[in-house]
């Protein structure tokens, strides 16, 4: 993406990144600093493990906008490529600020411009998790 990623969302990815590589396919981690807010897994399509992930990191999202107690920025891992820009789209609204995925579909453009789009921080790692 045009953006890079600042220190403070690079320290919350490798976090992020780190327990990805834990969770059975298809995982999403959303986290901010070392707080795993929300995990989806397991799942068929890459964009249903993006919606488990935040609906189990809503309430604790809410709650830290209300009451901020850092200000680290919140950011998604995934341990496989996103397929289509759905998950850069949704994951953007959700208030995620960057991304770390491997990155090798063929459809990465359309990724990398909606991140563009949203001036989200994209990293393609270039390694696969996929724990199965």
């Not at 964009?47 to 830290?64: H, Y």
């Not at 850069?88 to 600020?97: L, P, Q, R």
């Amino acid at each position: 993406s045009k953006r890079a990623p600042t220190a403070e969302e690079i320290y919350s990815l490798n976090f992020a990144w780190n327990v990805c590589k834990y969770v059975k396919s298809n995982a999403i981690v959303l986290a901010q600093g070392t707080l795993t807010h929300g995990i989806g897994a397991g799942q068929m399509s890459r964009i249903d493990s993006l919606n488990i992930a935040m609906q189990k990191a809503r309430t604790r999202v809410q709650q830290l906008q209300k009451n901020p107690t850092h200000t680290l920025p919140l950011v998604l891992a995934s341990d496989a490529f996103f397929p289509f820009r759905d998950c850069v789209d949704e994951a953007a609204k959700f208030g995620v600020t960057a991304i770390m995925q491997p990155g090798g579909s063929l459809r990465d453009q359309e990724s990398i411009d909606a991140a563009n789009e949203h001036n989200v921080a994209l990293i393609f790692t270039g390694i696969r998790h996929f724990r199965h």
